[in-house]
């Protein structure tokens, strides 16, 4: 299994950016898709965004559409999530995960996981 680390998380303001790193260890890095999800404090675990194992496709919920980007650096064996004008709604512990075979929304199809990192945005 693939060790995934999260970082970048913090408290900001609405309209803010901050950009979370994964990185990943264990594993050859280039062969695996790569995701973000959230979940906000009395709610269920939300999909965000994944990225195919080549980087060719990318997947975002609506709700993110054009303010996040979802990428990745092979050579760093690191995923990012640039998060972009930012809500208040947006405020979550949020996590990446990795796997061979591509789930995209589906969280129960990503087989590891990072331990999280909080993102708090104020209004």
């Known amino acids: 299994q693939v060790q995934l680390v999260e970082s970048g998380g913090g408290l900001v303001q609405s309209g803010d950016s901050l950009r979370l790193s994964c990185a990943a260890s264990?594993?050859?890095?280039?062969?695996?898709?790569l995701g973000w999800f959230r979940q906000a404090p009395g709610k269920e675990r939300e999909f965000v965004a994944a990225?195919?194992?080549?980087?060719?496709?990318?997947e975002y919920v609506d709700s993110v559409k054009g303010r996040f980007t979802i990428s990745r650096d092979n050579a760093k064996n690191t995923t990012y999530l640039q998060m972009n004008s930012l809500k208040p709604e947006d405020t979550a512990d949020y996590y990446c995960?990795?796997?061979?075979?591509?789930?995209?929304?589906?969280?129960?199809?990503?087989?590891?996981w990072g331990q999280g990192t909080p993102v708090t945005v104020s209004s």
């Open positions: 995960a990795a796997d061979l075979v591509y789930s995209g929304s589906r969280s129960t199809g990503w087989g590891s």
């Open positions: 264990g594993v050859t890095f280039r062969m695996y898709n």
């Open positions: 990225i195919s194992w080549s980087g060719a496709a990318t």
